[in-house]
């Protein structure tokens, strides 16, 4: 993609930034003298949306056009918008004289709610302008997929079907090809799917060389690399990778913000909780919950809490893709995410944390390490209800790929990172895919 193209993008996502924030101001300031009249008022007003929309960008992301999928950035977008619209109303009110004035407010709400429509409509169209933009700059772009043949071949056509909307194949071949670097030339962007670690340092050293778009799926090596920090020893340049367990200070905040943090959350959704409970008993009158037993930091085993999701004599049993087990609320709970909900009672009792890598049951913990010893290292830190494995992948996610998205968040770890993960979790209730394979 050429800089006119980069440009035009660009001046997409500002007009969707600019005109986000004048959709909600112009529609306040109807019924609102002290941000229509005020200068300084009116300054105040935009600079606080401003500052609170870039926040929740660093959060939700900015527009990513063309690096995530179209449903995703619309969904990030609305997010994005519709939470700083809140923020700024209720800061509104609480600064000016509306909520003093019964008529005001209700008319200063109304016009709230329209911008919000008018919103939306604007970001889905400038968010679809935007995507027709990059695959119209994309489209003699060609990619070719370089994979390992004695993987799981149907998974991994599969996958790269899906990648297609962000990066349409052109042709896959194996990287034991003889011809490989030949066929390399006629390409633009190389994906490299699963490839032995020295043979895909050879292909991204001659890929480098050429100029192509590089993409690959990482290894644990990789994850280490991208996580560390670079230092002067010396003369010499090298990478520092710390070893991953929290200090105890780290512990501490993490644990506080577990406790605040599930605390609230079982307050705010208290009234699901009743309603799931109800939805469970109507159903076919059976237990409310679902305990199992599930491995937390260190492996050590611990009894999860969920609602109940499945006939209850066929619970414990394992799920399959096609499964008639489920119950009619059972279908609605794990669609929305909501049969979760019961695990703010590990996290405030210990066993588990807001954010982390996702419990496993520990017949699968010992099966998944004879594939994949490294599954041990997700062990590291206390089991998670979110995270990235939670948010990025789906319940058919391999376990490759969620040992990956786990290793990032271990290496990475930040009370910030806990906090972004957190406010993201809301996405995949969006996500119509997330619950792909459960």
């Known amino acids: 993609m050429n800089d006119f193209w980069r440009f035009l993008i660009g001046l997409v996502k500002l007009t969707l930034f600019v005109g986000v924030i004048v959709v909600f101001y112009a529609f306040q300031a109807i019924y609102n003298p002290a941000i229509r009249s005020d200068i300084k008022s009116a300054a105040v007003t935009i600079a606080v949306f401003v500052v609170v929309h870039v926040m929740f ?32 109303f209720i800061w509104i009110c609480a600064t000016t004289k509306v909520i003093t004035s019964g008529s005001m407010f209700l008319s200063c709400f109304g016009m709230w709610l329209f911008s919000i429509a008018v919103q939306g409509v604007l970001t889905l169209a400038l968010v679809r302008l935007g995507f027709h933009i990059y695959y119209y700059a994309t489209r003699n772009s ?73 993409l690959f799926t990482p290894e644990i090596s990789d994850i280490v690399e991208v996580t560390s920090e670079y230092r002067m020893f010396g003369d010499a340049l090298i990478f520092a990778s710390a070893k991953t367990d929290l200090t105890l200070l780290e512990r501490f905040f993490k644990r506080t913000f577990d406790i605040v943090g599930a605390g609230i959350l079982l307050i705010l959704t208290s009234p699901l909780f009743l309603l799931s409970a109800v939805m469970i008993k109507l159903d076919d009158h059976g237990k409310v919950f679902f305990t199992q037993l599930r491995a937390t930091k260190g492996g050590k085993p611990f009894k999860i809490y969920k609602f109940r999701t499945m006939i209850e004599s066929e619970a414990t049993k394992p799920m399959q893709e096609t499964d008639n087990r489920v119950t009619r609320a059972g279908k609605f709970l794990r669609a929305t995410r909501l049969d979760e909900l019961p695990q703010f009672l590990n996290i405030l009792g210990g066993s588990m944390s807001l954010v982390g890598p996702r419990p496993e049951q520990l017949v699968y913990l010992h099966g998944f390490e004879g594939n994949y010893p490294e599954y041990e290292y997700r062990l590291r830190v206390k089991a998670g209800l979110t995270g990235f494995a939670q948010i990025e992948g789906k319940y058919n996610t391999t376990n490759k790929e969620k040992l990956m998205l786990d290793l990032m968040y271990i290496q990475s770890y930040s009370l910030w990172l806990d906090l972004k993960l957190l406010l993201q979790t809301v996405l995949v209730m969006l996500k119509e895919d997330s619950t792909e394979g459960f």
């Not at 690096?67 to 994005?80: D, E, G, L, R, T």
């Not at 993987?151 to 090809?177: F, H």
Request: glycine share 6%; charged share 30%; with cysteine.
């Open 57 to 88: 960008m660093a959060i939700y992301g900015g527009y990513d056009i063309g690096k995530k999928s179209k449903k995703n950035v619309q969904n990030s977008a609305f997010i994005n918008t519709w939470l700083t619209d809140l923020i700024v």
């Open 142 to 214: 060609h990619t070719i997929y370089i994979v390992n043949r004695d993987t799981d071949q149907p998974k991994m056509l599969e996958n790269i079907r899906k990648r297609a909307e962000q990066i349409p194949g052109d042709k896959v071949v194996s990287y034991t090809e003889p011809w490989l670097r030949d066929e390399i030339e006629q390409f633009d962007n190389v994906f490299l799917s699963d490839i032995p670690t020295e043979q895909r340092r050879k292909l991204v050293e001659y890929c480098y060389g050429r100029g192509k778009n590089i």
